[in-house]
T-cell receptor, first 109, second 114 residues
Framework: GQNIDQPTEMTATEGAIVQINCTYQTSGFNGLFWYQQHAGEAPTFLSYNVLDGLEEKGRFSSFLSRSKGYSYLLLKELQMKDSASYLCAVLDSNYQLIWGAGTKLIIKP | DGGITQSPKYLFRKEGQNVTLSCEQNLNHDAIYWYRQDPGQGLRLIYYSQIVNDFQKGDIAEGYSVSREKKESFPLTVTSAQQNPTAFYLC?????????????FGPGTRLTVL
């Protein structure tokens, strides 16, 4: 079966750095997405990785290792508004998105 | 402004009733998707459509129906056959499937069965 694993919840301090991991086992791979979702709202796109390596976009960076079935989202200089759930999703061989359950990130002052 | 709209934001249904959730997009996207989100679970695909007058079942299509008569619109009907319909329903669209297109989401409809 297809599976995406993320930690359920993480806590970090304002101004710090946090890394949210995602491991996947899917039938084929056509890319990995990270979305941010604030409570009660729609997911919003953060990043897309299809090649190995690190993609940096402002305070957020996303890393992919296809051989290890592993990705992480790195958030720097954390702000209170970063408190949200972060969803990892993999595009499988049929171009269907397989979603993880999300990681709830709590930022403390 | 281009975007995806869903209505209503909150919906209450009595058991045994069918309800229809609206999804409209003016992004000129070909593909539209319906997802269901439950606490502690990933998004699950209900139905999707890549072209007008055509749609495919997702992983959890039982108890749901859709239509795609216009490119802009993809309404979802939750029928009385759906055993546990209380959930957050999200509509998303992308330029077209078969490509690594980003999906953009509407604000969602929270359905509660009374």
């Amino acid at each position: 079966g297809q599976n995406i694993d993320q930690p359920t919840e993480m806590t970090a301090t304002e101004g710090a750095i946090v890394q949210i991991n995602c491991t996947y086992q899917t039938s084929g791979f056509n890319g990995l997405f990270w979305y941010q979702q604030h409570a009660g709202e729609a997911p919003t796109f953060l990043s897309y990785n299809v090649l190995d390596g690190l993609e940096e976009k402002g305070r957020f960076s996303s890393f992919l290792s296809r051989s290890k079935g592993y990705s992480y989202l790195l958030l720097k200089e954390l702000q209170m508004k970063d408190s949200a759930s972060y969803l990892c999703a993999v595009l499988d061989s049929n171009y269907q998105l397989i979603w993880g359950a999300g990681t709830k990130l709590i930022i403390k002052p | 402004d281009g975007g995806i709209t869903q209505s209503p934001k909150y919906l209450f249904r009595k058991e045994g009733q069918n309800v229809t959730l609206s999804c409209e997009q003016n992004l000129n996207h070909d593909a539209i998707y319906w997802y269901r989100q439950d606490p502690g679970q990933g998004l699950r695909l209900i139905y999707y459509s890549q072209i007008v007058n055509d749609f495919q079942k997702g992983d959890i299509a039982e108890g749901y129906s859709v239509s795609r008569e216009k490119k802009e619109s993809f309404p979802l009907t939750v029928t009385s056959a759906q055993q546990n319909p209380t959930a957050f329903y999200l509509c998303a669209s992308s330029k077209g499937q078969g490509a690594t297109d980003t999906q953009y989401f509407g604000p969602g409809t929270r359905l509660t069965v009374l």
